[in-house]
């Protein structure tokens, strides 16, 4: 049945991604921007670049650009973040010094995190052992949007607890460690 390869993929996909980095970057950036739906709207684009890259080339994608470049990048996109952020955390304004904005920060982030990710490699596996890709797609494409809109919503419940002074500090540290643990290889 053509639906079992849907409800593989949003399940795995669900359970890889629930507190993983693309979902810990929706809720703080949510909180951050006070825009939850032009960072879930980033968040979903990149995660629909990621997935349709899984999708299409992803065993290529590998051998032309190595894992370790895709990781080391995401982490360098990290800390250059988590640094600004740390920076800035006493501004008053929300939008950021490097003028990404909500959208745009929010997309950089998700797919820099996701290529190379272990939902990415297993979204390639579930499209090359699978005849109905297109179900796998929405499967996994499901599942990422449900973890990114729980993300966004605990986002914005964090904006109502907390200063946004120390949901920047708190953003800028977790991003800077996340890139660290990236670099030494233990995300």
């Known amino acids: 049945m053509v639906y079992e390869h849907l ?3 949003l399940l795995l996909t669900l359970l890889l991604e629930m507190g993983d980095k693309s979902q810990i970057i929706a809720i703080i950036l949510a909180a951050y921007y006070r825009r939850p739906i032009l960072v879930l709207s980033g968040a979903l684009a990149g ?5 349709s890259t899984a999708m299409g080339i992803g065993e290529a994608f590998v051998v032309f650009i190595p894992l ?26 929300t939008v950021t010094p490097y003028k990404l904005g909500a959208p745009l920060s929010s997309f950089v982030m998700t797919l820099s995190s996701e290529l190379g990710d272990k939902t990415w490699f297993a979204a390639i596996a579930l499209a090359t052992s699978s005849s109905a890709i297109i179900m796998v797609f929405t499967g996994v494409m499901i ?16 904006l109502k607890k907390l200063r946004i002074k120390w949901i920047k ?9 996340t890139g660290l643990l990236i670099i030494l290889g233990l995300l």
């Open 68 to 93: 370790s470049v895709l990781r080391f990048g995401t982490a360098i996109v990290f800390i250059v973040i988590g640094m600004i952020t740390l920076i800035y955390r006493n501004s008053v304004s």
């Open 169 to 177: 500090a708190g953003a800028g540290i977790v991003f800077v460690a």
């Open 47 to 51: 995660h629909l670049i990621a997935t």
């Open 7 to 9: 409800v593989q993929s």
């Open 143 to 158: 599942a990422l949007a449900i973890t990114s809109v729980v993300a966004v919503a605990l986002g914005e419940a964090l």
